[in-house]
Structures are given as C-alpha cells and as structure tokens.
C-alpha cells in the first residue's frame, strides 16, 4: 500500500487514514494532532522561557557586577555553560513538538587543560552567547504568543460550543444567557435563537483561524530556535567543506585504485606477455625464421592494442583534446565514441577553470555511459551553457526512463563529486522516460 508521509507521520492512501485526508485542510487543522504539539509548544514556552530570562539575566548582571573582581570571569563563563545547557533542552522540544532538527552548535574546545583554558573557551564561543540572547529575547514573544493562541482557541471553542452549554446557565446559574453587557437598569444577553446561531457561527470562524495563528506563531520559533540554537553560517559552511573535502579526498583514492587496476590488469600484463612472445620469437629466429616472423607480427598486434589502451587511459585521466580545445571538441569526442546518436551543443564565451573543465567533461562522459548501458534510448543530447557564474550541463535521452539518485547508485556518487565543488545534480527521469539530469557546477574563470 502506498504511503504519504505528512510533516509529523504518515497517512494511508487507502482506508480510514486515505477518507480522512481528503477532508479539506481547514476543517482538519483544529483537531489534527499538528495543531496541538504546536499548541502544546507554544503554552511550554511561557513557564520555561521565564525560567531562562531569570537564569541568564540574574547570572549575566551579577557576572557583570562582579568583573571588578576575578570573581565574575567565573561566574560569566559558567553563566554561558548554563545558557548551552539549556539550548540543548530547547532543541530537543522544538524537535519533538515542531519536528525541527537543528543541529547541535560546535563543542566548546579549550586551548588546554584546567579551568582557565575551560572559561578561556566558554567566553569564546558564539553559540553560547547566541544562546544567552534567545533566553532574553525569547520571553517577550513567548508572553504575546501564548496570549495570542489562549485568547483564539478558548474564545473559539467557547463561542462555538456556546448551543450546547447555553441552556444550563438559566438553571444553574440563573441568567438568561450569555451576558454583552450589564449596568444597574439593562443587562443585554444571547439568548435567542439567530443570536446563538450567530454566536455559534463566529466561535466556528475563531476555531478554523487558531491552527493558522498558532502555526504562524510558532513559525516565529522555528526562526529563532534556527538561527540562535542552531550553528552558525561559518560553522556549517566548515563542517560541510570537510564533508566535501572527505567526499574529493576517496574520489581521488578511487581514481588511483582505478588506474592502477586498468594498468595492472591491462597494459601492463599486455606488456608482459609481449616480452615473453618477443623472447620465444629470439629463441626461433634461426631454428625457424618463419615462426619467428610470425611471432614478431602477433607481437606487433599487441602493441597496437596496448597503446590503444593506454591512450583511452590517458583519455580517462585527463584527455588531450581537452587542455587544447576544450569542452566543445572534448564532449563532441566522447558523443562520438557513444553507441547512442548524440547532439552536442556548447554555448560558452570563455573557457571556466581547467578543475571545473574537467569535472564538467567527466560528468558528461559519465552521464553518456549511462545513456549507452542502461537508458535503451534512439537518441541523446548534450547542452553547454553558461548562466552568470555558473556552468550548467544538461545531459537528455528518449530512453525508459527510471534513473534513481538514490544512495547506492552511480548518480548518488557523481552527485557526492559535484557537491564537492558547491555543485548540484538535478535528475528528471519518470517511469517510460525522458531522461533530463542537469548538472551545475561554480563557474571559475
């Protein structure tokens, strides 16, 4: 059975879960189980987020008192400790209530050991002051957002249940309904049908309306939860060059592998067995001069075919036509050796770097390997442009269709190649084709 999995789980296309989500959005959202996490949230906030602009302003003003002395470099740095503590705790609720993942901040890393190098690194880190301001600015959206999610829900569930509980204030309570207004000689009630009704109908308007304005309230706190909680740019931008520089770092090691396999099991015992046959052919040339020949020509042969595989080799490791021609007469070479008829149309100015020159040429040839084996196409093409400062490559056939870049599969690992460089890959390819990958990598001149 297919499944579609929503923001917080997942729903069935067939039976009760299936009817159920094709109940329009509007009227779903006041009793789906969103709207209370984010509701839940938003009442948790108040309570704790008091807690933490008492803990990091008490904390912050008596560190700040007491910096005349050596007593507040302590008292400040483990203000700060504090204030990631509770950043952590943060996270974890916006995780299970909102279904935010942020990423943990980097760890304090003291220059040394003992307590000074530990306070020394505290009062260094920016995550942790980040940390501190979301515990002092937090409290006065968590008083507006709080009031803002009570007053609609209760005014909303209220005014619309208001038929149901409107006949038990005349009995209980003695009134005649509800009471707009009240002095010594009026007193205005609802308590009349169209008035109920009209009750009834504004508490209906209130009830649809609070899902959105608690999920626009909480979205504000996604926000900031993001981007005071979170890592910072620097941060991420590090942790993903070293991702990336992982990624280039066992390509290379996978390139040297490849080779050294294709020249070990290739041209090299091709070579090999050319000596040997040379050798038998000296050992022959006077007892029989005609095998001798013989063998010198099928030794001839062999040479032949293992320059031709050094030369597709060499092609594999950076082509010549390349470095002298480049993109255009490279990428028409590879069209042309592809058992699929291919079009080739580059549209470039200037030549980009010979790094990003070589990874586009790879990737195209790649990409065209993929059209030949598996794709089952008439006919492919291949387009070169420049957009700003980026190079895009746009590889297409009318073949089956189907590529996946799932993990696994030799797109995910010409994706991971790209990525390395700030590049993406884009596969379009339904069931029964056409294929369309594009490919777009920084253009570095």
Not at 424 to 435: E, K, N, R
Request: hydrophobic share 50%.
């Amino acid at each position: 059975m297919a499944t579609q999995f929503g923001e917080y789980g997942a729903y069935g296309d067939s039976g009760s879960g299936g009817r159920w989500r094709r109940v329009p959005s509007v009227l779903r959202a006041p009793v789906e189980a969103r709207l209370w996490r984010e509701f839940a949230f938003v009442l948790l906030s108040l309570p704790i987020s008091i807690v933490l602009f008492t803990y990091a302003v008490v904390t912050l003003s008596l560190a700040a008192g007491l910096l005349v002395t050596f007593l507040g470099v302590p008292v400040l740095a483990a203000g700060l400790a504090g204030c990631r503590g509770f950043g952590t705790l943060e996270r974890a609720r916006a995780r299970a209530l909102l279904g935010l993942e942020v990423p943990a901040p980097e760890p304090l890393r003291p220059r040394g050991r003992g307590a000074m190098a530990w306070m020394g690194a505290a009062l260094k880190s920016g995550a942790a002051w980040r940390q501190a301001l979301y515990s002092v600015v937090h409290l006065p959206w968590a008083v507006f957002s709080f009031s803002v999610s009570v007053a609609f829900w209760t005014y909303g569930w209220a005014l619309l249940t208001y038929p149901l509980w409107f006949w038990v204030f005349p009995l209980y309570g003695g009134q005649g309904g509800l009471q707009l207004y009240g002095d010594e000689q009026h007193r205005i009630y609802l308590d009349n049908p169209f008035e109920i009704t009209v009750t009834a109908l504004v508490g209906l308007m209130f009830t649809l309306a609070t899902p959105w304005i608690v999920r626009a309230l909480t979205t504000v706190d996604r926000v900031v939860v993001r981007g005071l909680l979170g890592r910072s740019r620097l941060v991420s931008r590090v942790v993903e060059l070293e991702s990336d520089r992982g990624v280039v770092v066992d390509t290379a090691a996978a390139d040297l592998r490849r080779i050294e396999r294709d020249l070990h099991d290739g041209a090299q015992a091709r070579l090999v067995a050319l000596a040997m046959d040379l050798g038998l052919a000296k050992e022959k040339l006077r007892e029989d001069p005609r095998a001798a020949a013989r063998m010198v020509d099928e030794a001839h042969g062999e040479v032949k075919t293992a320059l031709r595989e050094l030369r597709d080799l060499a092609r594999g490791i950076h082509p010549a036509v390349l470095t002298d021609r480049g993109l255009d007469a490279a990428l028409s070479a590879v069209a042309s050796r592809c058992t699929v008829p291919v079009r080739v149309e580059v549209d470039l100015d200037a030549r980009p770097a010979a790094a990003i020159e070589g990874i586009a040429y790879f990737t195209v040839s790649e990409l065209l390997q993929n059209v030949a084996k598996h794709s089952g196409a008439r006919a492919a093409s291949v387009d070169v442009w420049r957009v700003e400062d980026r190079l895009m490559l746009q590889v297409a056939d009318d073949g089956v269709g189907g590529a996946d870049a799932a993990g696994g599969s030799g797109l995910a690992g010409l994706a991971g190649r790209l990525d390395a460089v700030d590049g993406v890959l884009v596969v379009d390819s339904p069931a029964g084709g056409p294929t369309r990958i594009t490919a777009e990598l920084p253009w570095r001149a």
